[in-house]
């Protein structure tokens, strides 16, 4: 069965360092991909990062990376250069491409509350 | 605007009330799901579809019903709340395809407390 693990219920961050939020997962089928969200404290789901099974690149969109490792099955979140507006929980989600079935489903890590400090 | 709407925002039921959560997106999306959020458990998935007249479990289903008439449309429908379903729900969109990133996107978030 799919599953997410994120390890770090809390972070802190000194504002303009690197973080690094860790996300494990676990699957049997060798089609799926794995996304980052953010929830700010307003609550709002926002889509921050994809990267899939078979991408050969990790993924980057601005000050955010995915740290990739397929062997070890981590997707992690790196965010460069943090601000004071990182502050949020943060969430890694997977959904599975099941070519049996035809249907998928997302799972959800627990999260981690990231704090970013002045 | 490309969104997702849920509706209502905020409700406070009582035992047994049966309630309807509307989800509404105007993107012509095929899937549409169902989540609840709760603290220290993050998001669940409760139902999703796949296209109209088409929709199964997620992991979290018990005490939960969904229709899907419309593309547009995803109710979720609480047929007699318990306080167990107290919670935090979020109705999310996305293209259905095997491929790519079908990215999910997601309402604002209903916030359910049932006495």
């Known amino acids: 069965a799919q599953k997410i693990t994120q390890t770090q219920p809390g972070m802190f961050v000194q504002e303009k360092e690197a973080v690094t939020l860790d996300c494990t997962y676990d699957?049997?089928?060798?089609?799926?991909?794995l996304f980052w969200y953010k929830q700010p404290s307003s609550g709002e789901m926002i889509f921050l990062i994809y990267?899939?099974?078979?991408?050969?690149q990790n993924a980057t969109e601005g000050r955010y990376s995915l740290n990739f490792q397929k062997a070890r099955k981590s997707a992690n979140l790196v965010i460069s250069a943090s601000q004071l507006g990182d502050s949020a929980m943060y969430f890694c989600?997977?959904?599975?491409?099941?070519?049996?079935?035809?249907?998928?489903?997302?799972?959800f890590g627990t999260g981690t509350r990231l704090k970013v400090l002045a | 605007e490309a969104q997702v709407t849920q509706n209502p925002r905020y409700l406070i039921t009582v035992t047994g009330k049966k309630l309807t959560v509307t989800c509404s997106q105007n993107?012509?999306?095929?899937?549409m799901s169902w989540y609840r959020q709760d603290p220290g458990l993050g998001l669940r998935q409760i139902y999703y579809?796949?296209?109209?007249?088409?929709?199964d479990k997620g992991d979290v289903p018990e005490g939960y019903k969904v229709s899907r008439k419309e593309k547009r449309n995803f109710p979720l429908i609480l047929e007699s709340p318990s306080p167990n379903q107290t919670s935090l729900y979020f109705c999310?969109?996305?293209?259905?395809?095997?491929?790519?990133?079908?990215?999910?996107?997601f309402g604002a978030g209903s916030r359910l407390t049932v006495l």
């Open positions: 999310a969109s996305s293209l259905r395809q095997f491929s790519g990133a079908n990215v999910l996107t």
């Open positions: 699957t049997s089928d060798p089609s799926y991909g």
């Open positions: 990267q899939g099974s078979y991408d050969q």
């Open positions: 989600a997977m959904r599975e491409f099941p070519l049996t079935s035809g249907t998928y489903k997302y799972i």
């Open positions: 993107m012509n999306h095929e899937y």
């Open positions: 579809s796949m296209n109209v007249e088409v929709t």
